[in-house]
């Protein structure tokens, strides 16, 4: 499957509205700093079903997404670490990257290999997640074989979560319906879109030192080491490094009820606690990837989870800062295995989840990190390609309903090449429950596909 490029600029919105607000440098929050410095990513895959030769023409998404970039002026800005290791928006008026190029396969073409995450195109991003140059977001629209179109999106993860990223797709893609219905006019900005927050101060540490130490359980951090002196190391024989791959499970809303239902009707010491069906699903899948990877009985795992403290900390509407926090809990891979049954194992994970989300909690969380001498060498607790599983969800964004004005996206996908150590909750485009994108190494992979506990994969 070949994309080839078409054109490469940088739009630049009109943020006059706010030249005389914006300070020259605007602090984000701790939890903003101590995100992973990579891009939020996903492709959007719309299909020109009725054959239309105006098909989401280019030019009007780009007026519209100069529109949106108008109303997000953070997305505009430049992104820096200043001395303390804290993540701030330099507000020069960098602009976007927009990309547009043409494809030579069909949107039929990738519902073929139904949106597998290894074998779906790269090349329908700009660039790689990792690859986080001076651009806070960059886009790429790409005219499919068939006159589909491809929106390939990039959203640097210290400046938003999934919740603001996927709100700014759907405020692009509301402009656009705007601009189609009005004939290239659109609406008055505030009279017709919800307001965006980007107060970061918010979450603001209150100053009240830290009585929790979250060292090693959501948060790590890491202390300078000294150079180490260079040594002569033997030559060792070349092993080949072990290899992983991705694969999306398809559970579906039957097993997803199944799931809890079993889990909710085993009696326990504590019957009054019901378990959700994250939570539920959450143990199933740490079970499983732990079986699947035969590690050590007595190794220690954990697992971890984003969550979004939103509602929790009581953020203002539309906050398009990050809102994720970390909660994690810790077992021997004997107990996840086969140690504890499957409801004691989604009761800890409530325990957890309850425990983590309270909102004393939370603000323990902002104080511990900002008493940290530098923020930039505070790690996530849990480590990828090891023991641990961590979970993200975003079953609750509303992925789907990113309407241009042509309608709602055929399919909502992730490339990933092989990693290891992370589950990715997503909805399903069809709503009959969830999909679970995960990876690990490809013998790990392939006991975990063949176990009677999961739904086959998709």
Known sequence: MLVTESTAEVLHADLSRWSAIDPPEIPLSPIDSVMPPCYITAIYVFKNANGLADFMPFDLLSEGLKLAMADFPDLNYRLKRNCTGDCVLVTENCGVRLVTANADFSAADLEAINFDPVRLPASLLDGSPADCGQFVCKFKLTRLSDNSVALGVLLHHNVMDGDGAFGFINRWAGICRELRQRGGRPAEPELQRPPVSRD???????????????????????????????????????????QFTARLFHLSADFLARLKNSVNSEPGEQPAVQCTTNDCLVALLWRCVTKAKRLPADAPTKFAMACNARQRLSLPAGYAGNANFYIADQLTTGEVADGLSLASLARRVRAAVSHGTAPDYLRSILRWLAERPDRSRILPGFRMFANDLAFTSWVHFPVYEADFGWGRPLRFAVPSAGFDGLAVLMPRFDGDGYDVLTGCEVDAMDRLAAMPELARPT
């Open 200 to 242: 970061r101060s918010v979450l603001k540490p209150d100053g009240v030192p830290s009585s929790v130490d979250h060292q090693g359980r959501e948060y790590a951090y890491v202390e300078p080491q000294p150079a180490p002196e260079p040594e002569v190391k033997p030559t060792l024989p070349v092993t080949q490094a072990p």
